[in-house]
């Protein structure tokens, strides 16, 4: 069992610019319809994103494909845990259609793990993205893949159909993953990261503060991913999605967002994105073009 801090009332309170606008208005409800007509799942959904009003207002989204219920039981993720059902094999076209209907101009498709799967997936992945390079080839797409397990030929798979950016969240920094990642391995998404520059991929990652990490701590995270050929990293304001998830133990300042943006790019990250209510997907479209 996981134990998490217990932390006063008074500290479990939101500050003023960590609040945002309820999703609303005729962009938002064209993709919700859109969504919902092609049975697919969002990130945005599934994962309580506070963006969701902005990107979806703006005819945006990310994507979940494999399905919803996620093999992992992260203590920091609002995705539902447990046996996934069969992954659906028309998945890939029914994306790659709503894209083109939404007029995407860059999309970002991420996934549950499905570690039951003995490929992790990348045959749906592969196709996902090839049907909407084919349905729309101007779309930009940006991978946000799961940890494959050191099943380098699935990770080979994945990231070979012509996406612009592949993603893989590292989420916390390395002290802290038995608390908030207990089925991933610091190292092993460190070589993932690794391996996908290795390949010729720009490479993004995120990591989520306010877990309980030091600025020490998040200093050695940024070394450790410059020195495994990190282009992008995204920094933002861990939320918890429950009461049965990872309490927030700090709220970090817009101040010392900016402060890590600097720190991050003096130590040889290309791009850091950096800011309370920054999440993998946000403003990803800039991500594209940052030189490799």
């Not at 090839?130 to 030929?153: A, G, H, M, S, Y």
């Amino acid at each position: 069992m996981i134990e998490l801090p217990v932390i006063p009332s008074e500290r479990r309170k939101r500050p003023d610019w960590l609040r945002v606008k309820l999703p609303a208005g005729p962009e938002f409800r064209k993709v919700r319809q859109l969504v919902d007509n092609y049975k697919l799942h969002t990130i945005c959904e599934s994962g309580n994103c506070p963006n969701m009003g902005e990107c979806w207002g703006a005819g945006t989204a990310t994507f979940m494909i494999l399905g919803n219920v996620c093999t992992r039981s992260c203590s920091f993720c609002a995705v539902a845990t447990g046996r996934p059902n069969e992954y659906d094999a028309d998945e890939p076209r029914r994306v790659a259609e709503a894209i083109k209907l939404m007029q995407v101009k860059h999309a970002v498709i991420t996934s549950v793990n499905r570690d039951e799967l003995k490929d992790r997936g990348a045959e749906i992945w592969y196709q996902t993205v090839r049907q909407v390079k084919e349905n729309t080839p101007e779309t930009t797409i940006e991978t946000l893949i799961p940890d494959v397990k050191n099943n380098w030929e699935a990770l080979i798979h994945m990231i070979e159909a012509g996406q612009e950016v592949v993603s893989h969240n590292m989420e916390t920094v390395e002290r802290l993953y038995r608390a908030v990642r207990p089925q991933a391995k610091y190292a092993r998404s460190l070589e993932q990261i690794k391996r996908t520059k290795e390949f010729g991929q720009r490479t993004k990652s995120g990591i989520m503060l306010g877990l309980g990490e030091t600025q020490d701590e998040v200093h050695k995270a940024m070394d450790d991913l410059a020195e495994n050929g990190l282009d992008i990293l995204t920094l933002g304001q861990y939320l918890q999605p429950t009461k049965m998830h990872h309490e927030v133990i700090e709220w970090i300042t817009p101040e010392m967002f900016d402060n890590y943006r600097e720190e991050g790019l003096r130590r040889g990250l290309k791009y850091v994105e950096s800011g309370p209510l920054v999440r993998s997907s946000y403003h990803a479209e800039r991500h594209v073009n940052v030189p490799i």
